[in-house]
């Protein structure tokens, strides 16, 4: 099974979706408990202030029997019989704890950062070397822990299959990103995001947590840096810099709520005004009201010089969000390079080096 990037906890994933002995090399990179917030940094214009971060995944590991003791049972029960001796051994010496909890998926480190700006983004190159070494073109490749995807990138490079699994929007998100950056035209499916507007709402009405991962999967949909600290008021979910010196400022409002009205929007014109903002966007699952659109049509055009004018309000539904990407809101100048790009890949025989 070629090419798959999924959203979801590795456990459940590997589980229901993939078939045993369908791979042929696994890397993985696990949190490693530094008990610490991880955070993605975003790419911000020299000319803009303001919060360029969010929390990508928090890094703790505690034992726990429903996971870290299956997973010691399910190697007891593997054909790696030493392992599993051995991770026998180690809980009972040490105890159920947080390193026993960590040794219960084998680790493989590497250290390093760059690029992306994904908190621990591992150098394409090292992957590279472990990949070529290890497996041979066409081979599948797993990253059940894939962060911003840099294993899939390699992967892809050295003509091997792949599977990719990470359990945050953000990540998943920014690896669809990276993947059309650096391969044209390049096929992969994706799964556990929402493809329309059925599952956006199932994601957002599944719990709080959901509601906050729909945010951030809306605004990254739309090529916007989702933002973590909403202000007092929580209106502004996402920011977008644009024009051709990034020296405009559009926000993004996301509501999942079945009932939307005109006083939202003339909350979202009041947080344009108070971020000095030249655009706003109301990202909506449930579709606007006639009033809505007339209000959002009478709010006036913003112009940049030299540019088509384009409405200052725009109200975009959710389901325009997942068919047309970031072309679903309309800036002048087109859409900035919010994330850092990563590079076109263009000879694969090119192998990276390695910045030691
Ligand atoms: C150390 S990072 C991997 C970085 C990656 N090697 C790269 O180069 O970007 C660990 C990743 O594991 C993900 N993660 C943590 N627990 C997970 C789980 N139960 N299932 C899937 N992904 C998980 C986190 O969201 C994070 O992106």
């Not at 690029?115 to 497996?135: F, H, N, W």
């Not at 209000?295 to 004018?309: C, D, H, K, T, Y």
């Amino acid at each position: 099974m070629p090419n798959h990037l999924f959203y979801g906890d590795n456990l459940t994933v590997l589980r229901n979706k993939i078939p045993s002995e369908s791979v042929d090399l696994v890397y993985l990179d696990p949190p490693y408990n530094s008990n610490a917030d991880y955070n993605q940094l975003f790419k911000t214009p020299k000319s803009q202030s303001g919060p360029a971060q969010m929390e990508a995944f928090t890094d703790t590991w505690t034992w726990d029997d429903a996971t870290s003791g299956l997973a010691v049972e399910e190697v007891k029960r593997s054909q790696y019989q030493d392992a599993a001796k051995m991770l026998d051994a180690m809980v009972g010496f040490l105890g159920k704890n947080a390193l026993t909890a960590y040794l219960a998926m084998p680790p493989i480190h590497a250290s390093a950062a760059e690029r992306l700006g994904y908190p621990t983004q591992k150098p394409v190159a090292l992957l590279e070397r472990i990949i070529s070494a290890s497996s041979n073109p066409g081979d599948v490749v797993l990253d059940p822990l894939c962060g911003c995807g840099t294993t899939v990138h390699a992967a892809q490079k050295l003509g091997r299959q792949w599977i990719g699994i990470d359990i945050t929007h953000l990540a998943i998100g920014l690896i669809e990103k990276r993947l059309n950056d650096a391969f044209e035209g390049l096929h992969y499916t994706v799964h556990g995001t929402p493809m329309d507007a059925d599952a956006a709402r199932d994601l957002f009405d599944r719990d709080d947590r959901s509601k906050k991962q729909f945010e951030t999967w809306a605004c990254l949909r739309v090529g916007f840096i989702p933002q973590e600290k909403k202000g007092a008021d929580g209106r502004l979910d996402g920011v977008e810099w644009f024009g051709p010196k990034k020296e405009y400022k559009a926000i993004v409002s996301v509501k999942g709520g079945r009932s939307v009205g005109v006083d939202m929007l003339r909350s979202l014109d009041a947080v344009i005004n108070q971020q000095a903002a030249q655009v706003g966007v109301f990202l909506t699952l449930e579709p606007p009201t006639s009033k809505m659109v007339d209000w959002a049509r009478q709010a006036g055009m913003f112009e940049a010089p030299g540019f088509a004018a384009v409405p200052r309000i725009q109200i975009v539904t959710v389901a325009q969000a997942i068919q047309h990407r970031a072309h679903a809101v309309n800036l002048p100048a087109g859409h900035n390079d919010t994330f850092k790009r990563a590079a076109r890949e263009t000879d694969p025989k090119l192998q990276g080096a390695l910045d030691l």
